[in-house]
């Protein structure tokens, strides 16, 4: 974007600067995602850290496999990567490896409210109480923090997904630490200090209680 920096940018700057921030204060040594793509996030985890990434995908994309095919030649035994229907491999994972835990997760699959929430419950089976979550499409800080109805046009947008991170706040399932947005291309804030009017496509670190 001329002039501004782009939601890809902030998303992928947001996690890079705190992981780098996070590892001085104790290791990481799993992650895992929901929404592999084509590999771009998974890229940023594996270069910004020294854990195993154990990546979730459905596999619909005709360039998911392929960029899979690459980062796994690329990264060997770091990188895991499971397809199919996240409904049916996260709970199977968690069945094959009772003692996994992800110290780090990222939650991307499905924007649709119901489904969106559902992946951050099944993912909650990956992790323990105070691992580190991130996502993003989130609309407003008041939003995700549950701090509004999911009927606020402070959820709105983004298909839904900011409407799952409300409930999931208000069921006490995560607690958001901080958010990022970009800034637009006359370089007006969208976000980089969040405001209570805002919404638009944010990037959120939260934890798992």
């Known amino acids: 974007m001329r002039g501004g920096v782009t939601d890809g940018q902030v998303k992928t700057r947001f996690i890079n600067e705190w992981l780098c921030k996070h590892r001085l204060r104790r290791s990481i040594s799993t992650v895992c995602e929901l929404g592999f793509m084509s590999g771009h996030s998974a890229m940023l985890f594996l270069q910004s850290t020294e854990a195993k990434l154990i990546s979730f995908d459905l596999g619909d994309s005709p360039w998911t496999r392929p960029a899979a095919d690459i980062i796994s030649a690329a990264y060997g035994n770091r990188f895991e990567f499971v397809i199919g229907l996240s409904n049916n491999t996260v709970h199977q994972y968690r ?34 109480s105070g691992s580190v979550l991130f996502y993003d499409e ?43 947005w970009a800034i637009t291309e006359d370089g007006k804030i969208r976000g980089g200090i969040p405001k209570k009017g805002h919404i638009g496509d944010g990037s959120c670190v939260a934890e798992y209680l």
């Open 138 to 180: 989130a609309s407003s800080l008041p939003c995700v923090m549950g701090e509004v109805p999911e009927t606020s046009r402070l959820c709105s947008g983004n298909e839904g997904a900011a409407i799952a991170y409300n409930r999931a706040a208000r069921e006490g399932l995560v607690k958001v630490t901080e958010c990022r």
């Open 95 to 128: 069945a094959d490896h009772p003692a996994l835990s992800c110290d780090v997760l990222f939650v991307d699959g499905s924007k649709f409210p119901e489904q969106r929430l559902l992946d951050l419950h099944n993912f909650r089976r990956l992790a323990k």
